[in-house]
T-cell receptor, first 114, second 113 residues
Framework: ELKVEQNPLFLSMQEGKNYTIYCNYS?????LYWYRQDPGKSLESLFV?????AVKQEGRLMASLDTKARLSTLHITAAVHDLSATYFC??????????????FGKGTHLIIQP | NAGVTQTPKFQVLKTGQSMTLQCAQD?????MYWYRQDPGMGLRLIYY???????DKGEVPNGYNVSRLNKREFSLRLESAAPSQTSVYFC????????????FGPGTRLTVT
C-alpha cells in the first residue's frame, strides 16, 4: 500500500527566507506530483516529476525527485506573501499503470509573514 | 474550455437522505476520479474510472456509488447519507492516467446533519 508523508505539516516563515518541504513515499513510484491549494479553493497543479533526478522550477519554487531515496522536495527561494497556501505532494502506484488515482500527503500549510 | 465542473457547490443533507454529485469535463480526458478532503487528512480517493465503461474502488468507497455516464461525465451517489460523509468532494480528470497531472473541479462542500 502506497503511503505519502509530508513534513512539516505547518510552516510559518518570513518573507525573503528559503525553506524546503519534504515528501517521502513508501513504495515504488516513479511519478510525483505537487499541488497548491488556496483556502476554500480547488487544487492547482504545480509540478509533475516523472523520473529519477527530475528537477523543475517555476518562479520561486523548485521541485526535485529522488526515486532511490523515495523522496521529493519542494524548495522555496526568497519567499513572498503570495506563496502562502497549502502544498500537497501526491504519488501514484506504478502497479496500476498510473490510472488508479493519486495518494496524497496530508499537506503543508505554509504561512509567509512580512 | 470550462475544464472540470461540479454541481452543486454546496449541499446540506439530513442523515439518511440521498443525493448525487455531478461532474463533467470538457478536455476529452479518459480517466476521472472522485476524492474527499477532510481537515488534516489530505485528499483520499473514493472511486475512479480509468476509462469510459470502467469504474473501480479507491481507498474509501464505503457508502458511495459511482456511474461513468459517458466519457465526459462521472457522478458520485450517496444512497443514505451519514454525518461521517460531511466533507469537501473533488472530482478530477486526467488525460491517460499516470504521466499527466490531474485537473480538479471546484469542489462540493457537503454537510450531513
Amino acid at each position: 500500500e502506497l503511503k505519502v508523508e509530508q513534513n512539516p505539516l505547518f510552516l510559518s516563515m518570513q518573507e525573503g527566507k528559503n525553506y524546503t518541504i519534504y515528501c517521502n513515499y513508501s513504495t515504488t513510484s516513479d511519478r510525483l506530483y505537487w499541488y497548491r491549494q488556496d483556502p476554500g479553493k480547488s487544487l492547482e497543479s504545480l509540478f509533475v516529476l516523472l523520473s529519477n533526478g527530475a528537477v523543475k522550477q517555476e518562479g520561486r519554487l523548485m521541485a526535485s525527485l529522488d526515486t532511490k531515496a523515495r523522496l521529493s522536495t519542494l524548495h522555496i527561494t526568497a519567499a513572498v506573501h503570495d506563496l502562502s497556501a497549502t502544498y500537497f505532494c501526491a504519488a501514484d502506484s506504478t502497479s496500476g499503470g498510473g490510472a488508479d488515482g493519486l495518494t496524497f500527503g496530508k499537506g503543508t500549510h505554509l504561512i509567509i509573514q512580512p | 474550455n470550462a475544464g472540470v465542473t461540479q454541481t452543486p457547490k454546496f449541499q446540506v443533507l439530513k442523515t439518511g437522505q440521498s443525493m448525487t454529485l455531478q461532474c463533467a469535463q470538457d478536455m476529452n480526458h479518459n480517466s476521472m476520479y472522485w476524492y474527499r478532503q477532510d481537515p488534516g487528512m489530505g485528499l483520499r480517493l473514493i472511486y475512479y474510472s480509468a476509462s469510459e465503461g470502467t469504474t473501480d474502488k479507491g481507498e474509501v468507497p464505503n457508502g458511495y456509488n459511482v456511474s461513468r455516464l459517458n466519457k465526459r461525465e462521472f457522478s458520485l451517489r450517496l444512497e443514505s447519507a451519514a454525518p461521517s460523509q460531511t466533507s469537501v468532494y473533488f472530482c478530477a480528470s486526467s488525460e491517460a492516467g499516470g504521466f499527466y497531472e490531474q485537473y480538479f473541479g471546484p469542489g462540493t462542500r457537503l454537510t450531513v446533519t
